[in-house]
Every structure is written in structure tokens, then in C-alpha cells.
């Protein structure tokens, strides 16, 4: 088992047991850009100005245009696969959530940086299922963006 401040977890289906408890790492520091959050809006619909009038959302509680909450929670998928690498699994699913919370936003413009914790690792026909919590980070806020604990499926 091989962890690291960036690199996350390289294991294997028995170590991946065995890792139950332990912080993975970080991913790298990423830009949260006006055009990730437009984009995002045209594929949902969602086109709350909060996120895509930079001049209206400046007289907003947030002070600027932010991430969608759901933009946020999509961005577990990279970091996940990113920060937990299971050699001898031939395919991982996401299987569901069992809390989400967003603390404080996400600014376009700023930081960001994810982070996951093994929190539980059990058996599921045909494999195993990981409980992990997944952390999005705001550099230099005190509240993380996005906290949740996600159920991961890995399939030998």
C-alpha cells in the first residue's frame, strides 16, 4: 500500500480492506473557472444567475458568480479515481451517497482541492463496497465547499 500526500492509494482489493480509517491524500490545487460553471449551466439548465451573471451575482450574498452545488459533487468522481487506484479491480462504480453537505461555496476564480478518508470497506457480491469521505476544499476558506460520504463499488 503506497500513500502520499498527492498521489492517494495504490492497493490492491485485499490492502483496500485493510485501509479502512486511513486519510488517502490530496488531489493538486485546481482553478474553478467562469467557463467550467457556464458550461455546467447549459448542460443542466440551471442557469441561476449566481452562477452565470458575473455583474448581478457581484450584489449577491457571495460577492461573485459560484459553482453550482452539483458541479461541486461532480468533481468526487475525478478525485475519487484519482486518490484511490485498486490494481486488481476490473471496474468501480459509484453506487450512491449517504450524506452531502455544502458548507460554504465554491467561488468562481478560487482553489480548489479534494481529499478522501476510507472510512469503511465491505464486502458486496462480486466485491467490495468503500464508504470514503470526500472532501472539496477552498483555498484559504475555513469551510470546506463540499463533505460527503460516498459509497464506491469495486468489482475483481
Same mark, same amino acid.
Given at each position: 500500500?503506497?500513500?502520499s500526500a498527492t498521489s492517494?492509494?495504490?492497493t490492491?482489493?485485499?490492502?483496500?480492506?485493510?485501509?479502512?480509517g486511513?486519510?488517502?491524500?490530496y488531489?493538486?490545487?485546481?482553478?474553478?473557472?467562469q467557463?467550467? !460553471? *457556464?458550461?455546467?449551466? #447549459?448542460?443542466?439548465?440551471d442557469?441561476n444567475?449566481?452562477h =452565470?451573471d458575473?455583474e448581478?451575482?457581484?450584489?449577491?450574498p457571495?460577492?461573485?458568480?459560484?459553482?453550482?452545488g452539483?458541479?461541486t459533487?461532480?468533481?468526487?468522481a475525478?478525485?475519487?479515481?484519482?486518490l484511490?487506484q485498486?490494481a486488481d479491480a476490473a471496474?468501480? !462504480? *459509484?453506487?450512491?451517497? #449517504?450524506?452531502?453537505r455544502?458548507?460554504?461555496?465554491?467561488? =468562481?476564480?478560487?482553489?480548489?482541492?479534494?481529499s478522501?478518508?476510507i472510512?469503511?470497506?465491505?464486502?458486496v457480491?462480486?466485491?467490495l463496497?468503500?464508504k470514503?469521505r470526500a472532501?472539496?476544499?477552498?483555498k484559504?476558506?475555513?469551510?470546506?465547499?463540499l463533505v460527503a460520504?460516498?459509497?464506491?463499488?469495486?468489482?475483481?
Amino acid at each position: 500500500m503506497n500513500t502520499s500526500a498527492t498521489s492517494g492509494l495504490v492497493t490492491d482489493m485485499a490492502g483496500l480492506r485493510e485501509s479502512a480509517g486511513t486519510h488517502v491524500g490530496y488531489t493538486e490545487w485546481a482553478l474553478m473557472t467562469q467557463e467550467q !460553471v *457556464n458550461q455546467f449551466a #447549459d448542460v443542466t439548465g440551471d442557469h441561476n444567475y449566481i452562477h =452565470v451573471d458575473v455583474e448581478r451575482a457581484k450584489a449577491s450574498p457571495f460577492g461573485g458568480t459560484i459553482a453550482h452545488g452539483y458541479l461541486t459533487l461532480s468533481l468526487l468522481a475525478p478525485v475519487t479515481q484519482q486518490l484511490i487506484q485498486v490494481a486488481d479491480a476490473a471496474t468501480g !462504480v *459509484n453506487y450512491g451517497l #449517504d450524506r452531502v453537505r455544502f458548507p460554504a461555496p465554491l467561488p =468562481v476564480g478560487a482553489y480548489w482541492r479534494g481529499s478522501i478518508e476510507i472510512l469503511e470497506v465491505t464486502e458486496v457480491k462480486g466485491g467490495l463496497q468503500a464508504k470514503v469521505r470526500a472532501t472539496v476544499e477552498v483555498k484559504d476558506s475555513v469551510k470546506p465547499a463540499l463533505v460527503a460520504e460516498c459509497l464506491i463499488r469495486l468489482y475483481a
